[in-house]
């Protein structure tokens, strides 16, 4: 027997060691009773917390060294770095065994991926790339063999903010919600701008954790008292951050040399622990907190057969009532796995409807915007606002893009949250057997439901209880990573004649001033529409295929979980008529033995933490 | 030599201004005395660009004196004006339109101006007057950055600039500081230009790409990096419809060749003493040169030479004083001087700018007017339609005015010529002598002079009037036409030419 009655006393605080070592005991249990399929995905989630993937943007100015900073993290020179030209693509690095680099892209609307060396990366991500290579990238995925890496960790490279990001500052932020926290970069040469603190104050509502970091401090003199000015204008804006210095240029020297005296003064290795102390853990608590959810669902699963049979045990008189429970609930449970049942007509029907909610959620902010273009072209000159009204334009675009994820988001967690409901409120089938109901098909589905809380004022979702989490979040973020990344290589060019201003001005005479002006107009117009067709197709394209990801996903979910619900209620069914057919001695044998086997598995249920004040055990 | 293009203007703008003094009254009057004064000055150069963009530090090279205070932190707090002076003095201009002469010290050069009991935000503007042989041409404008954390500082940057306000702006010309092409050194440079051209425009603004030394972590071939940096954006049509050209500069070095001491080289020469491994542990990082005790030569005297030339700087220097034994500290001077930059930019200033500074003036002066002859309107309604005409007969009549606007289109683009016809262009409306705006040899003479004059007026009259120019490029044409006609009409009076 491996479940150890002398265990630790429950745990205050969520420990992701504990919490594995938990998870060991209960794939142990699962084993031992023959449960392969809760095993198995048990496994999976004790993976997924050794290898707790936090993905981490930098995000900052123009030439400030993200490049540079993502590589001395790294430890190895992954993103390309230069003088002159900017990275222009995102670029995830992750920790992998053997190096390896993917370029994802969309060329006429079909996505598709493709291995590249990893020395090769400056033709794909550097603005003036090679024109072929540089082609619709979406996003390119690095994975390295990197220390600092191999526990999860993945730093995102953005376009500097004064170059892409600005223009999508809406999904840009969109895109912090759900990255696990941003890594804001500004160099020594200079104290913090306004429009970066701005620009910090928003990610900081807009993430759960932000790190300022000052760059280049092996070049500037008067580094310290840059930093110190910074801290003063964080504190000054009520921006409790403090910034950390370093210089990427020392770390990589000091990796080459082996010299761990300069690798310390690099300020690198205190950055990656405050990366883990700030970021790291708490993604892992996260983490830990999902893992003890799907721990407690397992453990559940292998107790129903065994409080059940033990319950028609204890009372012969009611054993057929008992069995003809179980019976029912298997039938429920084969009918819930139909095709055509009600919990997958809700399914199938709540996608439908999100797929055309979002279809004409994007139809009709285009053709708003469309028709808001339209109006302004009326009294603008083209000629002499073009950078106004485009960066305007790209704008209005761009929360467009931001608003069309978001109501996936929404729309996907209020299906699941119905779709807890009924399973929920199932009909209750078979006689009662009164008191103790070991395993009741509709009470394992109460609690699931997403949860609202309230943190600082801002309206979070809550995480699921079992794991759907696990599929929305850092996915998602990097598919809107990738539209956006995707919409700056859409150019939204000047109509040929604005380039030309009329500049004779008032001594031209006036009709052929009007003419020009209308022709400026009707091609301002027209490159305005190309280029919202142009996004318009590349986000619904986009949209449509998140949407078909995530119905998959749900689907899975929850079938598994029926499946495993079937399945324990099926050994119920069998062992309870085997024990039935035992005589009075065998009975009491294995009653005696069920109740050794109820006790060690519910003290282990009770040495799970219990979460946010969440007690479903 | 030739008087500067655009005299005859000025006159007539100074005309234009004695009319304005007969309609204006009281404080109507005040601002015609400036106009007219402003009109006998040298022209107004505003250096502007972000916080800590290295404005100072240039102001300081473009004097090549260290006077104007420079830190690591913002710096440049209030409006300062630099200009010719018979004697040294600072004052300051209130808000509530009395000026007040100010103390100062210098400490290493740099003014330390006590403000008194004067609370800096009851200050429009600091008035420095220097004897100093650049600013008998140019008076320099140093300004808060944009961008400031201190929204009241950048506000004043561009009440100057007359961003923000309606009205003429109060300078001729701008220096604008880019360190990277970043979205709002753009905007910023579209809405500082004239509103009176209508469009931003090359002919009286300059962009520096400036902390030369700073790109690419301070390598030896850092400046190189920044060459074609500066070329790239300079080639970028957004940037050329906005300003003249983009040079590099790296300003502090230039501002240390200017000034650089006997003492501060013998304590390089004392460095490059050192064994090699040593010096270049030391030049891996700042922290490292100036850690006490790995050299024979001080840490503070280790931190000024870094405060004074930058980790580039110090490297370049070291590099000039162990490549050649014989450099001496007035060769290590003029090498950095030349590195830096700056020289180009002296040249920009005189060539492109000064040579226009009388027209660039009177524009201002015109628009000064106009504005002025708006706000009379509601009190003297002839006197200010008067004015109005007077100053619109001005601007009709100067070929200068056009010429101006001719190269403005020619350099945004606006009007296509080959690239060696805008080159014609800019040298004939530039000034100077006959030979020098014909682009040919000095000693040419008189009679060649205008054979050739006469062979490029029948070319440009030949386009104006070909059935396939469109009709903006035929006017431009026609008043490059105009522009050979008058040079031909001076060349027959001997009017302008070898004195």
Redesign the interface.
Known sequence: MTVDPGAAPSLPDLDPTAVSGLLTRGIEACTAWQRTDLAARLRVVANRLSRTSTLVAVIG???QGKSMLVNALAGRRVCPVD??LATAAIIAVYGAEEAGARVRRVVDGRAGVETVPVDDLHRYVTEFGDPVDRAGVELVEVGIPSPSLDEGLTLVDTPGV??LL?QHTATTLRFLSLADAVIFVTDA???????E?AFLEQARVACPAVLVVVT????????R??LE?DRQ?LAVRGVDLEPIPV?S??RM?ALDRADPD?EQ?SGIPDLLATIRRQIFEGAKRRSAQRAVDELRWGLSRLLDPIEAELAILDDPDAAEAGLARLRAMHDQLKTLQEAGSRWSTLLNDGFTDLRSEVDYLLRTAVRTLLTKVDTQLEDLDPA?DW?GFTHEAQEAMSRVVGDAFAAIDEGVATISDRIAALLSHEEEVGPDLGGTDPLDVMAVWAGTERELKTVEGKRVTGALSTGLTAIRGGSSGMILLGVMGNLAGIALAAPVSV???????AKQVMD?RKAALKQRRQEARTVVRQYVDEVNLEVSNRTRQSIQDFHRALRDHYAVRLQELSRSTTTALQTAQESLARDQTGRQERAEKLRQWSTQLRRLLDELPVLDGRDRS | MSPAAGSGLIDQVAQACQLAATVAGGRAAAEVKGIQTRLEEPLRVAIAG???AGKSTLLNALIGERLAATD???CTRIVTWYRQGPTYGVRALLRDGSDEELLFTRDDGVLDIDLGVLPARDIEWLDVRWPSGRLARFTLIDTPGL???D?ER?HRTKQLLGIEEEGPSQVDAVIYLM??L???D??FL?TFLDRSL??PSPVNAVAVLS?AD?????RLD?LE?AS??AE?YAAD?RVRSLCATVLPVAGLIAETGFTLREDEVARLRELTAMPPAGLDEML???????APGVSPLTSEYR?DL??RL??FGVRFSLRELQTRMDCSSSQLAQRLVEASGIERLIEMLDGHLGARSAVLKARSALSGLRSLASELEAEDRAGSQNLRAAVERVEAGAHELAEL?LL??LL????ELAEDQTEEVARLTAGGDPAERLGLPGDTGREAERTEVLRRLEDWRIRAAHPLTD??TA?ACEIIAQAYERLHAELATGSTGHE
Do not use: N
């Open positions: 100015e123009y030439k003088d002159d004064g170059g600005q040469s200079q104290e913090l701008m306004e429009t603190i280049k401090i092996d070049l500037y003199p008067d580094w008292r840059i000015i204008h210089s240029a020392l020297e300069l003064e002499s950078e380039g030309v201003a009329a500049f004779f001005g052929t | 972000r916080v800590k690591a932190g913002e961008e400031s954390l929204a950048s360190r990277h970043h979205r709002s753009a905007e579209d209508a469009r902390r700073e790109i690419g972590a301070g850092a990096s074609a940096i790239r049509d891996l990082s700042v922290d490292r040169f100036c931190r870094l405060l930058g980790l606007r403005h289109m945004t683009g606006a009007v009709r903006t006017d």
